[in-house]
């Protein structure tokens, strides 16, 4: 079991840019796949984004393709999402998970272990 810890969430513009982290404390992290949640209110958990250990592999959805970008620091232990370009519909709680898996999965069920969320807030 790994402890995940986000941070960098706030209140930014329609356009602007925030990046958010997440540290990474317990087991080996380059044995977890990395992934990026959202859910907003009255709405079901998204996936947004997901990154493998090595090399390194990275898939979006749709929605954040092109504006978002998630990254990972093995030495660290911690994976970063830059989202740019935001919108309003961008407004979320976001959440960090963990899969101790070399495979990519969108399903939050797939996902061993989650963070408590940082909220985005994207105002118009």
């Known amino acids: 079991q790994v402890r995940l810890v986000e941070s960098g969430g706030g209140l930014v513009q329609t356009g602007g840019s925030l990046r958010i982290s997440c540290v990474v404390n317990?087991?080996?992290?380059?044995?977890?796949?990395m992934g990026w949640f959202r859910q907003a209110p009255g709405k079901e958990r998204e996936f947004v984004s997901a990154i493998t250990s090595s090399p390194g592999t990275t898939y979006y959805a749709d929605s954040v393709k092109g504006r978002f970008t998630i990254s990972r620091d093995n030495v660290k232990n911690t994976v970063y999402l830059q989202m740019n370009n935001l919108k309003p519909e961008d407004t979320a709680v976001y959440y960090c998970?963990?899969?101790?898996?070399?495979?990519?999965?969108?399903?939050?069920?797939?996902?061993?272990?989650w963070g408590q969320g940082t909220q985005v807030t994207v105002s118009s």
């Open positions: 317990g087991r080996t992290f380059s044995d977890y796949t």
């Open positions: 998970a963990a899969r101790r898996n070399y495979i990519i999965s969108t399903r939050a069920p797939q996902y061993d272990s």
